[in-house]
Nanobody, 119 residues
């Protein structure tokens, strides 16, 4: 069982930056692929960034490429999402999720953290 707790959300002006953190419990965190999802008002949830268990392979949605960076510190059981050059359309609840099999099936989810970008 893995528990995930996000932090770092908040209100920021367009062009600003935030860093989200996701702290995981459980000894097997380092073997899990991890992802950051978001769900904006009236929108479907989307995967914005993902990392393999080692961090050696990453994925970014086109909408965040070049602005967001996913990273992880397996010694601290934590995955991060550095968000730069934020836009109002990045406003959403951001969730981290764990994929134990690294096969695209995210079986564990955090409670989410709100990110609001003002124009």
């Amino acid at each position: 069982q893995v528990q995930l707790v996000e932090s770092g959300g908040g209100l920021v002006q367009a062009g600003g930056s935030l860093r989200l953190s996701c702290a995981a419990s459980g000894r097997t965190f380092s073997t899990y692929a991890m992802g950051w999802f978001r769900q904006g008002p009236g929108k479907e949830r989307e995967l914005v960034a993902a990392s393999s268990w080692s961090g050696g392979s990453t994925y970014y949605a086109d909408s965040v490429k070049g602005r967001f960076t996913i990273s992880r510190d397996n010694a601290k059981n934590t995955v991060y999402l550095q968000m730069n050059s934020l836009k109002p359309e990045d406003t959403a609840v951001y969730y981290c999720a764990a994929d134990p099999q690294d096969g695209g099936e995210y079986g564990y989810w955090g409670q989410g953290t709100q990110v609001t970008v003002s124009s």
